[in-house]
C-alpha cells in the first residue's frame, strides 16, 4: 500500500478563526464572524463569560473598557447594559454601533452563517460558581441550530472536567501557552484528546508523540503560514488565526 504524502498545510476544516476574522473585524462580534464566514471559514473561536446578573456573553476580557467604547466590568454589567455598548467603534468607523452579542445571538447567527465553533469557556472570579458558567454555557449550546458543530476549550481544566459530566460527547481542548511537563496526566483527568497550545511552543518532539498518542494539536494565534510549515508534516492538525485568509486562499 502507498505511503501517503505528509501534509504541508491545513485542511479547510482545520482553520479556525480567532475571536473571528479580527485581523479586519473587531474581535468576537458578529460583524467577525459574518467576515470569517465570507474568507471560507468553517469554524471560528469565541470566547464566553457572564455578566453580574449571569447573562452568557461573547467577549475575551474581565471588562469591557478594551473592545468597545464602553467602560465597565462585566460584573458590574447586566443585560439591560448592552445596548449602550458599542463593540466597536474603536476598530473602525465603519463598525460604529456593533454590538456586545449574547452567546444566544451568536449561536443564531453562526447556524445562519453555517459556522461551526470552538468555545472557550473563560473563568472570571465575579463567577458565582463554575457550575453556574458551564451550565450556563450548555443551556445555551444544546438549543443551537442542528448543523452547528461545537468543540469546547479552555486554560481551566476543572471548567472542561465540569463540560465533560454535562455531556461525555464534547470535543474538549486544553489550552496552554506553554507545555506543561504533566500535560498528558492533565489530559487523562479531563478526559481530553486536544491541546491548542500558543504556536512559538511547538516542537517536533512533542508533535511527534501527540500524533503517537491520538492527541489532536492545534496552534494558536499564527497569522503567519511559514512559521508553521515545518510542522504540518509530523502530525500539527489545525490552527487559529486572526486572518483565515492567509491559510484557506
Known amino acids: 500500500m502507498p505511503k501517503s504524502e505528509p501534509r504541508c498545510e491545513p485542511g479547510r476544516s482545520e482553520v479556525q478563526a ?3 476574522a479580527s485581523a479586519v473585524a473587531p474581535e468576537n462580534t458578529i460583524a467577525a464572524f459574518r467576515a470569517a464566514a465570507g474568507q471560507g471559514a468553517e469554524w471560528i473561536e469565541l470566547d464566553v463569560a457572564l455578566l453580574g446578573d449571569g447573562t452568557a456573553v461573547v467577549i475575551h476580557d474581565v471588562s469591557v473598557d478594551r473592545c468597545s467604547s464602553s467602560t465597565g466590568k462585566l460584573s458590574d454589567l447586566t443585560a439591560s447594559d448592552l445596548q449602550k455598548i458599542d463593540a466597536d467603534a474603536l476598530f473602525d468607523a465603519r463598525f460604529k454601533g456593533e454590538p456586545l452579542p449574547t ?11 453555517g459556522l461551526n465553533a470552538n468555545v472557550e469557556i473563560k473563568q472570571h472570579p465575579h463567577h458565582k460558581s463554575l457550575d453556574q458558567l458551564v ?45 506543561p511537563d504533566d500535560w498528558s496526566d492533565v489530559l487523562q483527568s479531563i478526559p481530553a484528546r486536544t491541546v491548542h497550545l500558543g504556536y512559538k511552543s511547538l516542537s517536533i518532539g512533542f508533535l511527534e508523540e501527540a500524533a503517537h498518542r491520538g492527541i489532536k494539536v492545534r496552534a494558536w494565534t499564527c497569522n503567519d503560514p511559514k512559521l508553521l510549515a515545518s510542522f504540518w508534516p509530523v502530525g500539527l492538525t489545525g490552527v487559529i488565526t486572526d486572518d483565515p485568509s492567509v491559510y484557506l486562499s
Do not use: N
Not at 452567546?103 to 452563517?113: C, D, I, K, N
Open 18 to 20: 480567532h475571536r473571528g
Open 135 to 179: 451550565k450556563t454555557v450548555d443551556e445555551h449550546l444544546k438549543a443551537r441550530a442542528p448543523q452547528t458543530k461545537i468543540m469546547i476549550s479552555s486554560f481551566d481544566a476543572a471548567a472542561l472536567r465540569r463540560m465533560h459530566e454535562i455531556d461525555p460527547s464534547y470535543e474538549l481542548a486544553m489550552l496552554w501557552s506553554r507545555l
Open 103 to 113: 452567546l444566544a445571538e451568536v449561536l443564531s447567527a453562526l447556524g445562519e452563517l
